[in-house]
């Protein structure tokens, strides 16, 4: 038993210190994102449809889990309105989307310097929101109606970035991601003989400040 006891200390100890060593952030950053959106055909022609280009906002907390890699978990909220568009005429709607993902970060250089440029890959989920008023007689509708729905959709995350210190506690960071995911049908009633073509790719740079505990 003394052994046994003995053996849990000493294991409880070494991760206590393990948890010590390792630092962790936390913190906050604001964008824009540009998406590349789909496409609706029918046997008269075709529409752009998908999201308006908006803001971006998200929160971010993240582990150094060795020398070159680290781990965060993101939630991004994207003002997004729903849009049908083609050539100057468009129609639109309210709405937003909500990303929570979890990325790995490759870092170029070691915990110790001041500017460690790094790639991510992740994934993890996307909430899509139509939270406006429905239209009665809308453009587009042998298309497509827009609806206020919500649907969720897995999501891939990939990108790039920097973080730099400029205290012990503060980093600035950069970041660029690319968020892939399919898209969300049920935002989007498709009318009798069209279809619905592509995936969302929305790119967002962000800028933000984290602070290290």
């Not at 630092?23 to 789909?38: D, H, L, P, S, Y």
């Not at 449809?49 to 582990?63: E, L, N, P, S, T």
């Not at 889990?65 to 129609?91: C, P």
Request: aromatic fraction near 12%; glycine fraction near 10%.
């Amino acid at each position: 038993m003394r052994l046994i006891a003995t053996c849990s200390f000493t294991i409880g100890m070494t991760l206590a210190a393990t948890c010590m060593a390792q630092e962790w952030e936390a913190g906050g950053a604001f964008g824009f994102g540009v998406i590349k959106n789909a496409t609706i055909d029918n046997p008269s022609g075709s529409v752009t449809a998908g999201f308006d280009d908006r803001f971006a906002a998200g929160a971010v907390i993240g582990q150094d889990l060795y020398q070159h890699l680290s781990g965060e978990l993101r939630y991004t909220f994207r003002d997004n309105d729903l849009v049908l568009k083609s050539g100057a005429q468009k129609i639109n709607m309210d709405g937003d989307s909500h990303l929570v993902h979890y990325d790995l970060l490759f870092h170029a250089l070691p915990k110790s310097s001041r500017i460690r440029p790094y790639g991510a890959a992740g994934a993890g989920i996307r909430l899509f929101r139509g939270t406006g008023h429905e239209y009665t007689d809308q453009p587009f509708s042998d298309f497509a109606f827009l609806t206020t729905t919500k649907e969720v959709k897995p999501l891939i995350s990939v990108g790039a970035g920097v973080k730099a210190k400029v205290s012990d506690r503060t980093l600035l960071r950069i970041d660029f991601r690319e968020y892939i995911s399919p898209f969300p049908e049920n935002l989007f009633t498709v009318a009798p003989g069209a279809k619905i073509h592509g995936w969302l790719y929305d790119s967002v740079p962000m800028v933000g400040v984290s602070f290290v505990f």
